[in-house]
């Protein structure tokens, strides 16, 4: 066996008894940064009205799909019998 695939199994078994042993598998180099965690709201109450944005956000985007493919439906007959013919119990 060459000396480079004897160096992989090595350092695989060093991985796996760094993983046992809890500490951290790999070697970054510095060359991995931390992302950025985003900004944490300061309060509950801050961070509920955030949720309650975030949640009719989506739901105004569903709809804009949802009338989005109407639109499509209607203006194009070939989508709209594909449509139908889904929408058939078999």
Known sequence: ????????????????????????????????????????????????????ALGLAHDRAEEKARLDWLLLENADPTIAAYAEARDMPW
Do not use: Y
Request: charged share 30%; glycine share 6%.
């Open 1 to 52: 066996m060459s000396t480079f695939a004897n160096r992989m199994i090595e350092a695989k078994r060093a991985k796996a008894e760094a993983r046992a042993r809890g500490d951290q598998a790999g070697d970054f180099r510095g060359t991995v940064s931390p992302r950025p965690l985003p900004e944490a709201p300061a309060d509950w109450l801050e961070m509920c009205f955030a949720r309650i």
